[in-house]
């Protein structure tokens, strides 16, 4: 590819875009490798806050209430963040510069109630006048009305049933809790427990079944009605009939709530609670994730447990480390992510070679081994017979929740730090599990395999469109990676891993290549489940893509890469970085990579391009790399300095739940830096052959 103007060698030191070399590229790497090593936990390990706005605090002060526990000492702590995060029209948003969402804000504004703050405060006024506007306390999401209810501030029948015997039926029935994905399970089971139950908790105000605590919140007060799903002829209309059941049977389950008190009932709730109790953690949490976490010690409560019971206490012990506090306030994390950024981390200090001797990242990758999952205990095993186990969960104690996309992550990042790993256990059986967990169709979810009954979003109980985990281009692309880098080291002097893995990753690839073909758009990129949006989505396709490019023979992989570079190149902002807005998830979407510049989508869009050959000196790539050194502006006093992104660039649900992984803004950048560094030099060497040659 020719160079451009103002685009010049970057190994000699000579200028790159804008006046940058590569001697100023590699400044930028040192002060953002010593930023991140000033984070690093004594053990090892890397954790960044995982924000996901105001829900899971609000949640958390409903919780309290509803259990009895004082957090008075802590009101104006938590007050202040809630605050922190509000919008200027009063609304509180799912993440930040996204529109304000009447669930979360009405949400927001009770935990405000509970914190002391009065109606009259210019807060809430503001609040509820957008809470109103939005529709009032009727047009929110089911969830919400589930924490309502629990107060009587909306009834009970505005809550879809959920029967506690779908406990009872086979694992592998369509209708049992093992057809829905693993985030959505781990609330649905306690939920069948409360939802049973129907308990009404008391308020500042009294214990009411019709309490009038938030009446300022119904547009009408007096006939708090609030109809939930589409009514029947609309369903009839759309020929929608798989609707028309779902509400035929949730109505039939209404009929039938008389008669709940049932010996198949009874049976249903002792095995909800033995699975509860089975699933709580070493370290006293359940589940990795808050919402269930806390639902999960409240069905406990419901059955009989009191807080001075062992796991309960125990329980309510760890989820205070679980909070977070710094100048907005205190809040508590939707879930931790200590083996994802740990692992992110080894990859962006180790690859190219770099740091792979260094203590502190030997201490890193002994950390990770020591958190790998041994044994049948899991989820999985319930209904995925002979499944290996040496998978990787999420937070730093979910022994029953292995997942894929963490498990493939620290796969690649044990063999950055050590090349030769693929000859050692810890990398052979993560590998093993991964491949295991391949659908039906070629590709990887992140937490389940062939997990995908599309049809259970027509049920009424589900308005987030979260009870399946299929595959997807993001984590498909990442375990291609992982397979390729198996079968290149077949041939390897060292470090070859076992023939029987090596054919396991030939025949796994060549399911997962077509899966990737099929999910590519017409413009060339592939939709970003778990991050924002098709700059990662593209990214980590092609990263999967690329080392089959230099094995195929008919030329159709490479030209799948081009079309995802060419999309690359196409969405780059005037400005010389990437970013796309949460609107790019909306009906009807925003165009593809549009929104404002931001380090991590930067970052993953140069990783794209060179993953897929693009030179170093084209103009596409220096300009982002420009672009990142440009935007390297927050230090932390101790001769690190990192980049600043406000917007969330990770999916937990598209367009019902964002997250923002505070250390995304650190190692993707360096990776990409680290990347074209050492694409660079190569660049050179060739460029010399060639001058040779000529």
Avoid at 189 to 215: K, M
Avoid at 311 to 338: A, C, F, H, V, Y
């Amino acid at each position: 590819m020719e160079k451009e103007a103002g685009s010049k060698d970057a190994v000699t030191g000579t200028q790159i875009d804008g006046g940058v070399t590569n001697l100023d590229v590699t400044h930028a790497l040192l002060r953002a490798d010593r930023y991140a090593f000033n984070l690093q936990h004594e053990d090892g390990h890397w954790c960044g806050e995982f924000a996901t706005g105001a829900f899971p605090t609000a949640e958390y002060v409903f919780f309290s209430q509803a259990c009895g526990i004082d957090i008075s000492e802590d009101a104006a702590a938590f007050r202040k963040h809630l605050l922190s995060l509000q919008l200027p029209n009063g609304s509180w948003s799912l993440a930040p510069d996204h529109p304000g969402d009447v669930s979360m804000s009405a949400e927001a504004y009770l935990a405000l109630r509970l914190l002391h703050l009065t109606p009259e405060s210019k807060e809430l006024q503001l609040a509820r006048s957008f809470i109103l506007e939005a529709g009032g306390i009727a047009k929110v999401r089911v969830l919400t009305r589930i924490f309502f209810a629990q107060f009587g501030l909306v009834p009970w029948d505005a809550v879809p049933q959920i029967p506690a015997e779908l406990m009872l039926l086979p694992a592998k029935s369509p209708f049992s809790i093992y057809s829905i994905w693993v985030a959505a399970r781990l609330s649905v089971v306690p939920l069948l427990i409360i939802r049973h139950h129907e308990p009404v908790y008391a308020l500042p105000n009294g214990t009411s079944h019709s309490n009038d605590f938030l009446d300022e919140l119904w547009l009408d007060p007096k006939t708090k009605t609030a109809p939930y799903g589409k009514p029947y002829m609309e369903l009839l209309k759309e020929n929608d009939s798989l609707g028309v059941i779902f509400k035929a049977v949730d109505h039939l389950l209404y009929a039938f709530k008389r008669f709940r008190n049932t010996p198949l009932r009874y049976l249903a709730r002792k095995k909800i609670v033995k699975w509860i109790l089975e699933r709580q953690n070493a370290d006293g949490s359940w589940f990795g994730y808050v919402t269930g976490y806390q639902f999960g010690m409240q069905a406990l409560l419901l059955e009989g447990f009191t807080t001075e019971d062992a796991p309960i206490r125990r329980g309510l012990s760890t989820m205070q480390s679980w909070m977070w506090e710094d100048e907005d306030g205190k809040r508590i994390q939707l879930s931790n992510s200590p083996v994802w950024d740990t692992a992110m981390m080894v990859k962006a200090l180790c690859s190219e070679g770099a740091y792979r001797n260094d203590e502190r990242v030997h201490r890193a990758a002994s950390w990770l081994k020591s958190h790998q999952l041994f044994g049948p205990r899991t989820d999985l095993a319930q209904y995925i017979s002979n499944l290996p186990d040496g998978g990787f969960s999420f937070e730093y104690d979910n022994p029953w929740y292995p997942d894929v996309d963490d498990s493939a992550a620290v796969a690649l990042s044990l063999l950055d730090q050590d090349p030769d790993a693929f000859e050692k256990y810890p990398l052979i059986r993560v590998t093993e599990f991964c491949l295991a967990m391949q659908n039906a169709d070629g590709g990887w979810s992140a937490f389940d395999r062939d997990s995908d009954p599309v049809w259970l979003h027509k049920s009424p109980f589900n308005d987030m469109d979260n009870l399946c985990d299929p595959s997807t281009a993001d984590v498909t692309g990442r375990v291609l990676e992982l397979c390729g880098l198996v079968i290149q080291h077949a041939h390897a002097a060292a470090g070859r891993p076992p023939p029987d893995l090596i054919a396991k990753a030939r025949r796994a690839a060549s399911r997962a290549i077509p899966l990737l073909a099929s999910q590519q758009e017409a413009d060339g990129s592939w939709w970003g489940r778990w991050g924002v949006n098709y700059v990662f989505g593209t990214c980590n396709a092609i990263g999967g893509l690329a080392l089959f490019a230099e094995m195929e023979r008919n030329g159709s992989i490479t030209a799948m890469i081009k079309r995802g570079a060419a999309f690359l190149a196409r969405v780059q902002h005037v400005d010389g970085g990437w970013g796309e807005s949460y609107a790019t998830y909306d009906m009807p979407p925003a165009p593809p990579g549009s929104g404002p510049s931001l380090p991590s989508p930067t970052a993953w869009a140069i990783l794209g391009l060179l993953a897929a050959g693009t030179a170093c000196d084209d103009r596409t790539v220096s300009s982002g790399i420009h672009w990142l050194l440009s935007e390297q502006t927050l230090g932390d006093g101790k001769g690190g300095l990192t980049w600043i992104e406000r917007p969330h660039t990770g999916v937990g649900f598209p367009r019902k739940l964002y997250i923002g992984y505070k250390m995304y803004q650190n190692y993707f950048p360096m990776l990409a830096l680290r990347r074209y560094v050492s694409g660079a030099a190569a660049q050179k060497v060739e460029d010399g052959r060639q001058i040779l040659q000529d």
